[in-house]
């Protein structure tokens, strides 16, 4: 019986042994797991960390890349010289009485301001540049390339160029505007036109929304095949412009006058054929529209003193006439680029006679830049004057600026 009960008392030991082990494995075992899982879990989440670091790495790689290649690959707008020297954008570039005035662009296009024109280069992108022409003639030769978009304003005109070389006269007496291709093709746009007009070839074109026109004939040197397609191309004139094409039975042709000549923009040979005619000499005694002619000759043609003589006599034989009020103006204009007070002077005079006369913006406007240049006190007066007057004018701009510094 004794030995049963030690066995049995054993037996209920083992069991209360087990019993109390039985717990403890399980909790040891599901810890493991658990401190593995977190392990793990922290493993993971440093290789999450890297492959972020690194992929965001990879982004600004990228985008520094895409960055620099905008940088070295978009289009750039085009850089130009005037004479060798770095051009400023709506600057005035008067050219001297004696020698043109070079634009050179970076495309490889170029503009000749000829002796006494004024220009400025309004605006440039990557494909082309908006030229704006107050007075002369420019010889302008657009490079044809991709996109290539170019535009010479003239007045209430537009010459829209692709590729083409050819020349454009602006008269600010006349407000007529005179193109003569060389080759290529243009299209001319105006507010007084009733659509675009295309010139290409050789064709010469003459336009004025005044209807003041005159017939255009090829120098005695041209070629007969330019007459012939300038004759061939011309067409009808629009009805609310005055336009004149070439013909080839103008009697012109055969002994172009000196008038005909300076309609060409051959202001030289114009001025020696009416010099060898005797037309100078008889300018006194004949009539005012004619010496008023004569001196736009003279000074185109860089003649300075016959044109100064002519204007100063048109003045004291036609007081208070138009051709007075205009020869005032380019006095003015022929003393502007030496600056002081005699350029001022006279376009004062024109500003007195004409107030509200055509050339007044551009009166007023030189008045302005003289001053600014000067360093006058009453620059700003004359400023506000001008915005007030021509709040859109082509010296708006450094009105504007005057008024802010």
């Known amino acids: 019986m004794a030995g049963a009960r030690s066995l049995n008392l054993a037996g209920r030991r083992v069991a209360a042994a087990l019993d109390a082990a039985a717990p403890a494995a399980p909790a040891a075992q599901l810890d493991a797991r658990v401190e593995a899982l977190r392990q793990l879990r922290r493993q993971r989440a440093a290789r999450a960390q890297r492959v972020r670091r690194a992929s965001a790495v990879v982004v600004v790689l990228a985008a520094c890349l895409a960055a620099t290649l905008f940088v070295f690959?978009?289009?750039?707008?085009?850089?130009?010289?005037?004479?060798?020297?770095?051009?400023?954008?709506?600057?005035?570039?008067?050219?001297?009485?004696?020698?043109?005035?070079?634009?050179?662009?970076?495309?490889?296009?170029?503009l000749e301001l000829h002796p006494s024109g004024r220009a400025r280069v309004a605006d440039v992108s990557d494909n082309g540049a908006r030229v704006l022409l107050e007075d002369g003639t420019l010889s302008a030769r657009v490079r044809h390339l991709e996109r290539t978009s170019w535009t010479i304003a003239a007045g209430p005109f537009e010459i829209h160029v692709i590729g083409t070389t050819f020349d454009a006269a602006w008269s600010t007496a006349d407000e007529a505007l005179t193109i003569t291709m060389v080759e290529g093709k243009v299209e001319v746009t105006g507010a007084c036109l009733d659509g675009p007009r295309p010139i290409q070839g050789t064709e010469a074109l003459r336009l004025s929304c005044r209807g003041v026109a005159a017939p255009i004939a090829p120098s005695a040197s041209a070629p007969a095949s330019t007459a012939e397609s300038a004759a061939a191309s011309a067409q009808p004139p629009l009805p609310s412009a005055s336009v004149e094409s070439p013909s080839a039975s103008s009697p012109a042709l055969a002994s172009p006058s000196w008038r005909a000549l300076a309609k060409q923009g051959a202001y030289s040979d114009a001025f020696a054929l009416a010099e060898r005619e005797g037309a100078f000499e008889r300018a006194a005694a004949g009539p005012v529209s004619e010496a008023l002619e004569l001196a736009e000759v003279a000074r185109l043609a860089a003649k300075a003193d016959v044109a100064r003589r002519l204007y100063l006599s048109i003045r004291a034989r036609d007081p208070g006439g138009d051709a007075a009020a205009l020869a005032a103006f380019q006095l003015g204009r022929m003393s502007f680029g030496a600056g002081g007070a005699a350029a001022e002077s006279w376009f004062s005079t024109y500003l007195a006679e004409r107030p509200n006369g055509p050339l007044a913006a551009s009166a007023l406007g030189r008045i302005l830049e003289l001053q600014y240049k000067g360093g006058q006190g009453h620059v700003k007066d004359t400023a506000r004057l001008y915005l007030e007057r021509f709040p859109s004018g082509a010296h708006a701009a450094l009105a504007r600026s005057i008024l802010e510094s």
């Open 73 to 110: 690959t978009r289009p750039r707008d085009l850089t130009f010289t005037i004479d060798g020297r770095g051009g400023e954008l709506g600057a005035w570039v008067a050219a001297p009485s004696d020698a043109p005035a070079r634009f050179a662009f970076s495309d490889g296009s170029t």
